[in-house]
Nanobody, 118 residues
Framework: QVQLVESGGGLVQAGGSLRLSCTAPKTIFSYNDWAWYRQPPGKQRELVATITEGGRTNYADSVKGRFTISRDNIKNTMYLQMNSLKAEDTAVYYC????????????WGQGTRVTVSS
C-alpha cells in the first residue's frame, strides 16, 4: 500500500505564507504526475494544483498567482508554497497522483490542516 505523507500545515493570519510538503515512496514518485487537493470545512475535496512528471504546472483559478507547486525527484517530495493566504484557503490539504477524469491513483493520506485567520 502506497503511503502519502503531507506536512507543513498550521494556523496563519490572512496575508501570511505556508509551505506544504508531500512525500511518497521513491519507487513511484519520479514516474508520476502529482497534485494538491484541499477539502474546506463542510465542502467537497477540490483540486488545487497539478505538476506533471516533466514539471508542467496548472492551478485552480482561486489560487493562481498565490500558490506555487514544485517537486524534488531526488527527495521524492512535492511542495506547495502558499502566499497571500486568505480565509477561504482554510482546508485540509492532501496530495495524490491524478488519474483520468477526476480519479486518483492512491489511497488518501491523513492530510495537513491549514487554518487562515482573518
Amino acid at each position: 500500500q502506497v503511503q502519502l505523507v503531507e506536512s507543513g500545515g498550521g494556523l496563519v493570519q490572512a496575508g501570511g505564507s505556508l509551505r506544504l510538503s508531500c512525500t511518497a515512496p521513491k519507487t513511484i514518485f519520479s514516474y508520476n504526475d502529482w497534485a494538491w487537493y484541499r477539502q474546506p470545512p463542510g465542502k467537497q475535496r477540490e483540486l488545487v494544483a497539478t505538476i506533471t512528471e516533466g514539471g508542467r504546472t496548472n492551478y485552480a483559478d482561486s489560487v493562481k498567482g498565490r500558490f506555487t507547486i514544485s517537486r524534488d525527484n531526488i527527495k521524492n517530495t512535492m511542495y506547495l508554497q502558499m502566499n497571500s493566504l486568505k480565509a477561504e484557503d482554510t482546508a485540509v490539504y492532501y496530495c495524490n497522483s491524478p488519474g483520468v477524469t477526476g480519479t486518483q491513483w492512491f489511497d488518501w493520506g491523513q492530510g495537513t490542516r491549514v487554518t487562515v485567520s482573518s
